[in-house]
T-cell receptor
Framework: GIQVEQSPPDLILQEGANSTLRCNFSDSVNNLQWFHQNPWGQLINLFYIPSGTKQNGRLSATTVATERYSLLYISSSQTTDSGVYFCAVGESGYSTLTFGKGTMLLVSP | DSGVTQTPKHLITATGQRVTLRCSPRSGDLSVYWYQQSLDQGLQFLIQYYNGEERAKGNILERFSAQQFPDLHSELNLSSLELGDSALYFC????????????FGPGTRLTVL
């Protein structure tokens, strides 16, 4: 099956800093989503982005499908951004999501 | 709030027991997915239903089964529970059966003692 690798595994930031999270995948995809899992365990949809670029407030994401990677940008980070960020991909021809292991982000005040 | 509801939020039970987890998808969504999140396995797909029919199967144990009812809600049945089944179980839903945004419910945290 498809492999999903996220980097870095852990990230510690000062409030106000910017960061870039990366997701590499091993095959062509028809679905790519970024999620934020908050400390209460809830998985929150950030982006559905199988290709192209999207922005939502301080967050933006870019997927370059031909080179099999996606990037999540967090600008002016806040303590509420802490949690685990997951990239999940749907392999072409399949409906289900394969998750990476996540990036654990801690934003300190 | 994603619009996907799951009950119960927490479940504590003993080894060997059987439990049922319930999921109601977002209004208008026909596809329901079940995922399991554990410390050692991470987040992994279990099973998908679309409009009442099984559409895809992942790493679901034979002790586990699911179904989707005519009103589109779904239930995941876990039997002969083992300590290793302790995990967070998520339900997700989408409109289409493929290549569509999946919206996740809040999860059911299962603890097997």
């Amino acid at each position: 099956g498809i492999q999903v690798e996220q980097s870095p595994p852990d990230l510690i930031l000062q409030e106000g800093a910017n960061s870039t999270l990366r997701c590499n995948f091993s095959d062509s995809v028809n679905n790519l989503q970024w999620f934020h899992q908050n400390p209460w365990g809830q998985l929150i949809n950030l982006f559905y982005i199988p290709s192209g670029t999207k922005q939502n407030g301080r967050l933006s994401a870019t997927t370059v499908a031909t080179e099999r990677y996606s990037l999540l940008y967090i600008s002016s980070s806040q303590t509420t951004d802490s949690g685990v960020y997951f990239c999940a991909v749907g392999e072409s021809g399949y409906s289900t999501l394969t998750f990476g292991k996540g990036t654990m982000l801690l934003v300190s005040p | 709030d994603s619009g996907v509801t799951q009950t119960p939020k927490h479940l504590i039970t003993a080894t060997g027991q059987r439990v049922t987890l319930r999921c109601s998808p977002r209004s208008g969504d026909l596809s329901v997915y079940w995922y399991q999140q554990s410390l050692d396995q991470g987040l992994q797909f279990l099973i998908q239903y679309y409009n009442g029919e099984e559409r895809a199967k992942g790493n679901i144990l034979e002790r586990f089964s699911a179904q989707q009812f005519p009103d589109l809600h779904s239930e995941l049945n876990l039997s002969s529970l083992e300590l290793g089944d302790s995990a967070l179980y998520f339900c997700a839903s989408s409109v289409r059966s493929t290549a569509d945004t999946q919206y996740f419910g809040p999860g059911t945290r299962l603890t097997v003692l």
